[in-house]
């Protein structure tokens, strides 16, 4: 079956009846990238940069981070990598950068929120990041993003980072462009606020679900109400899909959902044909697709929406995926 699968490394990623669904890879180092380009992942669709920042004793240089970032984009050849900026706290801590004892800490001092105070660790990475920007396609994406102002404030530091290199000398990409997480019930609601800032969406489902139900994702007493097929969840996802498509941004998912072939019928249905994925998932997810009929799939999704429960669309999905093996 593993070998089988590996066959369709190199087809294209395409619906029985045309429609192309673009599969990239979620990386969380840089040893996953020969396995990315192996599986045939278009892109990076979320390079988590957390690993560079951990087991060390100290904040990684602006040059060692050059150094990763770089090697990232010359190894993807063309294909776009999206960098994602630091996104700390929560579950993810640092030896050597203690974080506040938090009661909650999902909701507390996390991703750009620790960014936007330290921005002098955030000016770093990002002129990193810029410098990458030289050696092949790179886009930048904000973490848990809940407000306009949020953007702003990082765009402006982006900013400095560009006049920094500008008086160095030193050449990235002045086009790059730069987007946002949509993992946080604000940011849905306030989606065509946002994509008026924003170059690009991309949905974090597992931050997602995890904000809309309030089910912490790492509590395994309430792992049994983190429900993806969720009615709500659905909701949001089509109100980002129609804020992105009425600002005419592309939109993406990068959390689990992407990786999980029965949320197929629902990307055709809201029309979002980019999914970013754990490299495990990838040819899975494309054996699904090149067995999948888009009609036939948008009209199961368009039912999920009737429905009110998430046992019934998780059901609903489940069986149509069956049914088109
Ligand atoms: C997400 O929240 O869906 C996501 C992709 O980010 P992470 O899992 O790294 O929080
Ligand atoms: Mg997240």
Same mark, same amino acid.
Request: negative net charge; aromatic residues 8%.
């Given at each position: ?5 590996? *066959? ?39 390079f988590?940069t957390?690993? *560079? ?9 602006e040059?060692?981070q050059f150094?990763v970032y770089r090697?990232v984009v ?7 990598t999206v960098i994602r900026t ?36 955030f000016?770093t990475q990002l002129t990193a990041i810029l410098r990458a920007s030289?050696?092949?396609?790179v886009k930048i994406m ?16 982006l900013?400095?980072a ?10 990235y990409d002045?086009?790059i462009?730069v ?147």
């Amino acid at each position: 079956k593993k070998e089988q699968l590996e *066959l369709l490394s190199t087809v294209e990623s395409v619906t029985k009846d045309g429609t192309h669904m673009r599969l990239s890879a979620n990386i969380s180092s840089v040893k996953e990238l020969d396995m990315a380009v192996k599986y045939g992942a278009l892109g990076v669709g979320l390079f988590r940069t957390e690993f *560079l920042y951990m087991d060390r004793s100290t904040f990684p240089s602006e040059e060692e981070q050059f150094a990763v970032y770089r090697q990232v984009v010359q190894k993807m050849d063309g294909r776009p990598t999206v960098i994602r900026t630091l996104d700390i706290g929560g579950d993810k801590q640092l030896e050597y950068f203690p974080l506040p004892q938090e009661d909650n800490p999902f909701l507390g001092y996390r991703a750009i929120r620790i960014s936007l105070e330290r921005q002098e660790l955030f000016q770093t990475q990002l002129t990193a990041i810029l410098r990458a920007s030289a050696y092949g396609k790179v886009k930048i994406m904000y973490p848990m993003i809940s407000s306009v102002e949020e953007v702003r404030q990082a765009n402006l530091i982006l900013r400095k980072a560009m006049a920094d290199l500008d008086t160095r000398g030193i050449p990235y990409d002045a086009d790059i462009p730069v987007g946002v997480m949509i993992e946080i019930p604000a940011a849905v609601v306030i989606a065509d606020l946002l994509a008026e800032e924003s170059d690009f969406f991309s949905i974090g489902t597992n931050d997602l679900v995890q904000y809309v139900l309030a089910v912490d994702r790492m509590n395994e007493q309430v792992a049994h109400l983190y429900h993806p097929y969720h009615p709500a969840v659905l909701r949001m996802l089509r109100t980002i899909a129609e804020a992105a498509g009425k600002a005419n941004i592309p939109v993406s998912v990068c959390g689990e959902m992407a990786g999980d072939e029965r949320s197929i019928p629902l990307w055709l249905e809201l029309g979002i044909n980019d999914l970013s994925m754990s490299i495990q998932s990838l040819l899975r997810v494309k054996h699904r697709v090149l067995n999948t009929t888009a009609s036939a799939a948008r009209e199961a999704a368009r039912q999920c929406y009737k429905l009110a429960t998430s046992t019934e669309i998780e059901k609903l999905l489940t069986d149509f995926n069956e049914s088109s093996c």
